[in-house]
């Protein structure tokens, strides 16, 4: 998966910015694959790890104003605009030699990422490309990249995210983020539905751990089951995801189920029960952390 690069090819200069859970293993397969690599992250440590690893480090922002693709893996477009605001205005005082591409590979605001865009014209071609498949898929590149932004811009960086999964464009810019939504409302949805299950089969008796292993044999097995499921009935909360996040991006689900006209009330009803942990400050725990609120306070 990651030796995808032809010697003929012209090979992009990349930077990356946000060497988090994720980050880290999606830039690490950009320098397998043979990519010029700079990075930069909050922490020290990470980006040591990468330049160990052949990475150059940026000390600025404003550093990357000779990449050809910028990508962005960090929380959330606030804080990417707010760190990327030096480059935006080097890129502004430079002539563009090449086509310069940003890739926003977070889970963002499918409205807000169109606005981003809008906000770059004449200065570099926005993509937005979140993720899914968690921290195995980004360390196996594996990942599924659901991609929105012009048809040319896609085919600029597909060799780039070859290196780090399988990417679909799905339309234009912010296409890529609504995906992601729809894909944050099945895993969040499952995983209240799988704390619900879990909690009245052992209120009623039964085995959580059993009934896991029962249900992934039919009908109702899926990703969320087998991942999710195990550590909500473990009641073990070391975070892979923070819940946190859930809640975010179902809003941002929400804010398109409103746009489009459409009755979300259970995606409405999902958000509250993550909604809830936050206030409860459960929400830097593993989303299955989810069952506490079905089980109520003890």
């Not at 990470?46 to 990449?67: C, F, N, S, T, V």
């Not at 052992?202 to 195990?230: C, F, K, M, N, T």
Request: hydrophobic fraction near 50%; proline fraction near 4%; glycine fraction near 12%.
């Amino acid at each position: 998966m990651l030796d995808i690069m032809d010697a003929s090819e012209q090979r992009p200069r990349i930077a990356f910015f946000g060497l988090g859970k994720m980050g880290e293993p999606m830039a690490r397969n950009l320098l397998r694959a043979g990519f010029e690599t700079s990075v930069w992250n909050r922490s020290r440590p990470a980006a040591e790890r990468l330049r160990e690893a052949g990475a150059q480090l940026l000390g600025d922002p404003a550093e990357a104003a000779d990449a050809d693709v910028v990508i962005a893996m960090l929380p959330d477009l606030p804080q990417i605009e707010e760190l990327l605001a030096p480059l935006i205005v080097r890129w502004g005082g430079a002539p563009v030699a090449r086509p310069r591409t940003l890739v926003v590979m977070s889970t963002v605001s499918p409205a807000a990422v169109v606005r981003f865009g809008a906000r770059l014209e004449g200065l570099a071609e926005l993509i937005d490309a979140p993720v899914s498949g968690g921290t195995e898929g980004a360390e196996q590149g594996t990942l599924a990249i659901m991609a929105g932004g012009s048809e040319a811009a896609f085919q600029r960086v597909k060799q780039v995210f070859d290196a780090m999964g399988r990417a679909q464009r799905l339309g234009g810019l912010g296409a890529g983020s609504l995906a992601k939504a729809c894909n944050q409302v099945l895993v969040g949805l499952t995983a209240a539905a799988l704390a619900e299950a879990v909690v009245v089969a052992e209120r009623s008796g039964l085995d959580g751990q059993q009934l896991l292993e029962v249900l992934s044999g039919g009908l109702a097995d899926s990703a969320v089951l087998r991942q999710i499921g195990p550590r909500i009935a473990a009641r073990d909360f070391r975070v892979r995801g923070a819940a946190q996040f859930m809640l975010k991006d179902l809003g941002f689900f929400l804010d398109a189920a409103e746009q489009s006209g459409t009755d979300a009330a259970l995606s409405r009803a999902a958000r509250d029960r993550y909604a809830a942990l936050v206030e409860q400050g459960l929400g830097g725990q593993d989303l299955a952390v989810v069952r506490t609120v079905v089980e109520g306070r003890e």
